[in-house]
């Protein structure tokens, strides 16, 4: 499922069976949530992406990816700010991480 070469990041939570299901959902997710989060941008959506960040930045966490969630609070940090320039850098930068997350280590 990883679209790069790189290395798979894996949750901090991986190795736990009880969560490794709702893992493979939220990490399934993450191609419509990056679609998403880039189109409210390039509509100029700045609350639907805030919120979506938001809502990123903390799932990100609780399912074990904490850079995954880190990304996503500094694009909410800069849209609070009213650096909208930045959004796309950081949603690229959000897409290409969550593109290797996964919730197993081998593809």
């Not at 990041?9 to 493979?24: G, H, N, T, W």
């Not at 941008?41 to 904490?66: I, N, T």
Request: glycine residues 8%; contains cysteine.
């Amino acid at each position: 499922m990883c679209a790069t070469t790189e290395k798979p990041i894996l949750s901090e939570f991986a190795s736990d069976p009880e969560m490794r299901e709702l893992i493979e959902h939220f990490v399934g997710v993450l191609p419509e949530r990056s679609a998403a989060m880039q189109e409210r941008c390039s509509q100029g959506e700045w609350s639907a992406l805030r919120r979506l960040a938001h809502q990123m930045c903390g799932a990100a966490d609780g399912y074990g990816f904490p850079t995954l969630g880190s990304i996503a609070k500094e694009l909410q940090r800069e849209i609070d700010a009213g650096n909208h320039h930045q959004a796309p850098a950081l949603i690229q930068q959000f897409t290409n991480m969550a593109n290797r997350c996964s919730a197993e280590g081998s593809h």
